[in-house]
T-cell receptor
């Protein structure tokens, strides 16, 4: 079983809509959580860290549910420029805290 | 501010040829350095990481090797490439503890033919 799982999508969403992704992780000994964004044929870039209490950055909201072992990303008022692949990342204590990456969820925002 | 660069950006190499990808970081001291590979439809796979000069940890057995000759320089090498080595290679750095946020270079697209 993969340690970090994401729905690969693609999610086809009209501009202005709200979209949510979930990411599940298999190991309760988790430490850090992140969402990265990756544009086609480019390097991943940090979108936001995910804190236990949840956090918001403009149109983006991240939530952590340790009991159910998932993190979520909510994008409100989506823009065409939000089209990208969103990568979920978790570090686990028993993997020497190395970051374990999901395969990503592809989002396509349509005009 | 910190910057990271890796090169070359793209390369096409024949099977059995050697490989050298180079990465440098500026604006920080004693960073943790990483080499990742990304295959289509799969998550990033950690190949090597280094917490200091001359300290290399390998995560996946393969025909690749890594070296850190200077504090902010990380090199990925192979003596003989395989077709399966094709992919997107990413150098990255972080500060402090392993598990902190990492930042990537622009990536190198390798096609082995």
């Amino acid at each position: 079983r993969k340690e970090v799982e994401q729905d690969p999508g693609p999610f086809n969403v009209p501009e202005g809509a709200t979209v949510a992704f979930n990411c599940t992780y298999s190991n309760s000994a988790s430490q850090s959580f992140f969402w990265y964004r990756q544009d086609c044929r480019k390097e991943p870039k940090l979108l936001m860290s995910v804190y236990s209490s949840g956090n918001e950055d403009g149109r983006f909201t991240a939530q952590l549910n340790r009991a159910s072992q998932y993190i979520s990303l909510l994008i409100r008022d989506s823009k065409l420029s939000d089209s990208a692949t969103y990568l979920c990342v978790v570090s686990f204590m028993d993997s020497n805290y190395q970051l374990i990456w999901g395969a990503g969820t592809k989002l396509i925002i349509k005009p | 501010s910190q910057t990271i660069h890796q090169w070359p950006a793209t390369l096409v190499q024949p099977v059995g040829s050697p490989l050298s990808l180079e990465c440098t970081v500026e604006g920080t001291s004693n960073p943790n350095l990483y080499w990742y590979r990304q295959a289509a439809g799969r998550g990033l796979q950690l190949l090597f990481y280094s917490v200091g000069i001359g300290q290399i940890s390998s995560e996946v057995p393969q025909n690749l090797s890594a070296s850190r000759p200077q504090d902010r320089q990380f090199i990925l090498s192979s003596k003989k490439l395989l077709l399966s080595d094709s992919g997107f290679y990413l150098c990255a750095w972080s500060e402090g503890m392993i598990g902190n946020t990492i930042y990537f270079g622009e990536g190198s697209w390798l096609t082995v033919v």
